[in-house]
């Protein structure tokens, strides 16, 4: 039986704060509804989805502007992270895991990844896997004074974890407070983990890389310009591995720009996409996908290098890129939709 409502535009349900995951031709979908997460399955590409499943309670759920569940896939596991708590409202919170080794019909109950209770509480943070079964999560972590990154690594897809260790510590005392982390992961087990420094007045885009999920290596930031900036934008891009390029997004004022490496070194040069805010990006077959919110509303997706177009008011866009399709969710009006486009 197919629960949801068939739009033009494609598939939709009541809730928030949409991310996809897949692998071949199974798609999964995870979004918040108050306190409850729940995940949907395709099994045709995205195309059509079965009923949602809610996940087992993991408390006050943060929720909203980038806060809410993530979810990816290894070739045992379907994973999704959130941050939640007794109390929430930040004033409280953990990452919380729970796996489903059924294909997203069941789920066990959360398990918390951080070490120190309530240093998630901010409610940002990224999750990655492979197929081979490691799975990374990172988080702002307030156990200090100041905002810093932490992570934590799987190595059997998510059924254990490391202890949490420190990403990135900005030489001025904090990173940006409210930018969410974005985390990727190759089949060979690399990791480069992207977040929004604060450095010098400067609130710019760094990644730092790993191997092993224990250390990183120095951040390098990523683009030529800088934004000077005392505030929050709220806005923390998305990074992409592909074979032997990473890519990454982000927003600096109000354009959106791309930069990519190819070695997974870090990068500076950046091309600007357009204006607007939220980028998300997905990257298949050494061509890049990247969808945002422009100024009027409108999602936009740009598909490997052709002129953006508009998809339709939304925001909060989550991308998976296969060699013949994109398939896209955004939010919009407390309902989360899925289409696939033509790549």
């Not at 809610?54 to 045992?76: M, T, W, Y």
């Not at 683009?223 to 032997?244: F, K, N, Q, R, Y």
């Not at 091309?271 to 997905?282: K, N, S, V, Y």
Request: charged share 20%; proline share 6%; hydrophobic share 40%.
């Amino acid at each position: 039986m197919i629960a949801a409502i068939v739009l033009a535009a494609g598939v939709s349900f009541a809730g928030t704060q949409p991310q996809l995951a897949g692998s071949s031709s199974q798609v999964y979908l995870a979004f918040g509804s108050g306190d409850v997460v729940s995940v949907a399955r395709s099994t045709d590409g995205g195309v059509t989805f079965a009923d949602p499943v809610a996940l087992p309670a993991a408390g006050r759920l943060a929720l909203g502007r980038h806060r809410g569940p993530r979810i990816a896939v290894s070739r045992e596991a379907v994973l999704v992270a959130t941050i939640a708590g007794a109390k929430g409202g930040g004033a409280d919170g953990d990452v919380r895991l729970s796996r489903s080794l059924d294909g997203g019909r069941t789920w066990s109950p959360p398990v918390v990844i951080n070490d120190v209770p309530g240093a998630a509480r901010e409610g940002l943070h990224a999750l990655a896997a492979n197929d081979a079964g490691t799975v990374v999560v990172a988080w702002l972590d307030l156990r200090e004074k100041g905002t810093r990154v932490y992570a934590a690594t799987s190595r059997d897809h998510g059924a254990t974890w490391s202890p949490d260790v420190l990403v990135y510590a900005s030489p001025s005392g904090s990173i940006c407070e409210c930018c969410h982390p974005s985390v990727a992961i190759d089949v060979g087990g690399r990791i480069a983990v992207q977040f929004r420094n604060h450095v010098d007045g400067a609130r710019d885009m760094y990644v730092v890389r790993s191997r092993d999920g224990r250390t990183f290596t120095p951040a390098v930031k990523q683009g030529t310009g800088s934004w000077p900036l005392e505030a929050c934008p709220m806005d923390g891009g998305a990074v992409a591995i592909d074979g032997d390029a990473m890519h990454t997004v982000w927003r600096r004022e109000q354009t959106i720009y791309a930069s990519r490496t190819a070695d997974v070194a870090g990068s500076v040069a950046e091309t600007p996409l357009g204006d607007g805010r939220d980028p998300a990006a997905a990257a298949s077959g050494g061509l890049l996908d990247v969808a945002w919110t422009d100024t009027a509303g409108v999602v936009q997706l740009r598909q490997h290098g052709r002129a953006p177009r508009a998809l339709g008011p939304g925001g909060f866009a989550s991308l998976i890129a296969r060699p013949d399709r994109t398939i896209v969710a955004v939010e919009h009006q407390g309902r989360v939709s899925v289409r696939v486009e033509p790549r």
